[in-house]
C-alpha cells in the first residue's frame, strides 16, 4: 500500500524549533522529488520548501529561507524539514508530497501524491 506519513510536528514556542518527518511505505522514495506544503488558519495551501530526488536540488519560500532546511535520506525512505527560529506565522498543517524526480517545484500540480498534513502551531 502506497503510503505517505508525516510526524513531527507540535506546539512549540516561538523561536523553537521541530524537525517533521515524510516516511514513504510501499514504493520507494529515492524516485521522486519531494515538496513541503503548509496550510495556516483561513489561508490557501502554500509551497515552503522542495529537493529533487537525489537532493541535487533544493529550493524555499523566501518567508523561510535561512530558517528551515531540506533534507533527505533515501535509505530510510524518508524526507525531513527541520524548522529553527519558528515564528507565530509559521502556525499551519504541513504537508509532504512525491513528485517527479527531477523537478523541484513548489507548485502544487506538480506532485501527486500527498500525506495527511501534521499540525505544527507556534505559540506562547
Known amino acids: 500500500q502506497v503510503q505517505l506519513a508525516e510526524s513531527g510536528g507540535g506546539l512549540v514556542q516561538p523561536g523553537g524549533s521541530l524537525r517533521l518527518s515524510c516516511v514513504a511505505a510501499?514504493?520507494?522514495?529515492?524516485?521522486?522529488?519531494v515538496g513541503w506544503f503548509r496550510q495556516g488558519p483561513g489561508k490557501e495551501r502554500e509551497g515552503v520548501s522542495c529537493?529533487?530526488?537525489?537532493?541535487?536540488?533544493?529550493d524555499y519560500t523566501d518567508s523561510v529561507k535561512g530558517r528551515i532546511t531540506i533534507s533527505r535520506d533515501n535509505a530510510r525512505n524518508t524526507a525531513y524539514l527541520q524548522m529553527n527560529s519558528l515564528k507565530p506565522e509559521d502556525t499551519a498543517v504541513y504537508y509532504c508530497?512525491?513528485?517527479?524526480?527531477?523537478?523541484?517545484?513548489?507548485?502544487?500540480?506538480?506532485?501527486?501524491?500527498w500525506g495527511r498534513g501534521t499540525q505544527v502551531t507556534v505559540s506562547s
Open positions: 508530497a512525491i513528485g517527479p524526480p527531477f523537478i523541484c517545484s513548489m507548485v502544487e500540480r506538480v506532485y501527486d501524491y
Open positions: 510501499g514504493f520507494s522514495l529515492d524516485r521522486h522529488s
Open positions: 529537493i529533487t530526488s537525489s537532493a541535487g536540488s533544493t
